[in-house]
């Protein structure tokens, strides 16, 4: 039991980076980044060319999401930036539109083969958890996803910078007033998000198969993570991944059936009793 | 009536087709149709309310499962079709209540959620389903065996719709669903049930997207889950942002241009969706209104 549990919250990690870049993303930028799947790929692509180049995963781990980051930065500023003023679908579908652009180009790059890369030397052992093995990675997941926690936790809360952020998703107009130069924020918030989904992509990259159709699979269970624990609430993003984990982990065990469906039934749930998430603002 | 002698043009062009036109261009023709519907119905949601809806597959979906299930129980074909849609918008009616309760982004967010969910049922539900082989061999009865007879059967229902569509767009339900997508709050004062009204286009959109896929089924005698997934969600978004979502005709002729340039880029690559979102990036950047939408703005700008 105890090892389902483990297994479920390190699986949970990798949803709580992209929810968490997400809901960042939307609570500053007040825009829904569909991309953020194609972007948790492309992490994971880029760290595996960062692996095959330099031969060592702490290298990949670094190099893949910086990438992310630069990918992010020319959609922010080349692109994003040109339909603030538009309605909020058409922000939607521009990154929709980089959803089929990415996703068509990992393919035309690397094929639709499924890359398997190996778990590095230092993490490939095991720890016994009662009369269960449960691989040494899977701990460090779940340490990277508590570090990644606290630290933006401490980066919002006791920085200047984190103040800044923190009052302009409260309140765009009154930050702007103030005198906080929006445009630039925007970027690097949604730079830092890009970052986050890229390192959990680049994370996932020796356990999970790096497939072309990954960052689909992703988004949609980050939608899920963001509607339980409501949208632009980092808080929320981390219970609610944790949530679909555990769910997903004990569904495997006692209803192997609907285990796809299980994450959907608690969204509804929690929709019809808190419509605006467990930890969302109602909306006005 | 310049309105009229268009729809009526369109009808007799429509139901000439089989006349002059081989298997081959026939098929095509009704994929375009069916694909019309298909972007009619989202865009009783997009272009109408201001509403991005990324599950119509569901209801697609929806439509031709359930006509494929009553068909291979023996039931005729156009009862199938029928009940299929009325699935399809009980579907909808259901997935509805969950999603008109939000704004907009949530309302995007929920719509795909709740498609993919369909599409895990659809997935997993071999029993019924057939899981990821889906549906085969399903029969269209003796008369509408010939393809022409089929082609039109089911390209009248398609131009019923489009006319029940289009009468819908300026009716008091059309204008209460402009004036949510302009200023809910101020629609709301005014008195329009802002939920209801939603509800009732979200219903509505589902038993079109059902009734396009009601009549797939048949046409393609088989059924997969792939008419469940979310890119078949995001052929009626691009059908739509290419002929523009501001005018009721734009979904139409984005359907044919869609289908037409896609039949050309799969000669020349299998990354057709690479090149779709590469036009989807301009639209959006550039084109907002489309295709129609530009052509209007020229004549405008000569007359």
């Known amino acids: 039991m105890l090892f389902q549990g483990l297994v479920g919250l390190s699986e949970a990690m990798y949803l709580w980076l992209v929810a968490a870049g997400l809901s960042l993303i939307f609570g500053v930028l007040r825009v829904l980044n569909f991309a953020h799947g194609s972007l948790y790929m492309l992490g994971a692509y880029f760290a595996w060319i960062a692996f095959r180049i330099s031969g060592s995963f702490w290298v990949a781990l670094l190099l893949g999401p910086l990438l992310v980051c630069a990918v992010g930065w020319a959609m922010e500023f080349g692109f994003l930036r040109r339909v603030y003023g538009a309605p909020e679908p058409f922000q939607l579908l521009l990154t929709f539109a980089f959803v089929l652009i990415f996703d068509d180009l990992v ?39 508590g570090l990644v926690g606290l630290g933006l936790w401490l980066f919002l809360e006791k920085t200047g910078v984190g103040l800044i952020i923190r009052a302009t998703a409260a309140d765009r107009e009154m930050a ?27 994370l996932s990259m020796p356990v999970r198969a790096i497939s072309p159709g990954m960052g689909e699979f992703i988004i949609i269970e ?63 | ?133 889906g549906l085969i061999g399903i029969p269209r009865g003796e008369f509408f065996a010939k393809p022409e007879r089929y082609y039109l059967l089911a390209a009248a229902l398609v131009l019923a719709s489009v006319a029940v569509l289009y009468r819908l767009s300026s009716s008091p339900l059309g204008l209460a669903l402009r004036a949510i997508r302009e200023n809910a709050e101020r629609a709301e004062f005014s008195g329009v049930a802002v939920r209801q009204t939603i509800f009732i286009a979200f219903v509505t959109a589902g038993f079109f997207a059902g009734l396009s896929g009601a009549l797939l089924a048949p046409l393609e005698q088989t059924v997969s889950p792939s008419t469940a997934h979310w890119t078949k969600s995001a052929e009626p978004v691009m059908a739509t942002l290419i002929g523009g979502p501001l005018t009721f005709a734009g979904p139409l002729v984005g359907a044919v241009v869609y289908l037409g340039l896609k039949e050309i880029i799969v000669r020349y690559t299998e990354y057709w969706l690479l090149v779709f979102g590469l036009v989807l990036l301009a639209m959006v950047l550039s084109f907002r209104g489309g295709l129609l939408g530009a052509a209007i703005a020229l004549w405008r700008r000569r007359a």
């Open chain 1, 107 to 145: 393919k035309l790059v690397f094929g639709p083969v499924y890359q398997s890369p190996p778990t590095p030397a230092a993490l490939s052992g095991a720890v016994m958890i009662g009369r269960s093995v449960l691989p040494t990675y899977h701990l460090f997941i779940l340490a990277v996803g």
């Open chain 1, 222 to 284: 980050a939608f899920v993570v963001v509607v339980l624990g409501g949208l632009g609430s980092l808080r929320g993003a981390f219970l609610g991944a944790v949530l679909i984990g555990l769910l997903h982990a004990y569904g495997l065990v006692f209803m192997p059936v609907f285990e796809l469906a299980l994450g959907y039934v608690a969204m509804a749930a929690v929709l019809i009793v808190r419509p605006w998430g467990l930890f969302g603002v109602r909306e006005a």
């Open chain 2, 1 to 133: 009536m310049p309105r009229a002698a268009t729809g009526a043009i369109l009808t007799v062009a429509v139901l000439l087709v089989p006349l002059v036109a081989g298997p081959f261009l026939q098929y095509l023709v009704l994929n375009m149709l069916l694909l019309a519907l298909l972007a009619l119905s989202f865009n009783l949601l997009f272009g109408m309310t201001g509403l991005l809806s990324f599950g119509q597959g569901a209801f697609y979906a929806g439509g031709a499962y359930a006509a494929a299930l009553l068909l291979r129980a023996g039931l005729p074909l156009i009862p199938s079709i029928v009940l299929g849609s009325v699935f399809a918008a009980a579907l909808a009616a259901i997935i509805g209540a969950f999603c008109v309760r939000h704004t907009r982004i949530y309302f995007s967010m929920l719509t795909l959620a709740f498609g993919m969910l369909v599409y895990a049922v659809v997935w997993k539900w071999t029993d019924v389903t057939g899981g990821d082989d």
């Open chain 1, 176 to 202: 702007c007033a103030l005198g906080v130069r929006s445009s630039r924020l925007f970027t690097w918030v949604f730079v830092l998000g890009a970052w986050l989904a890229g390192l959990g992509g680049a």
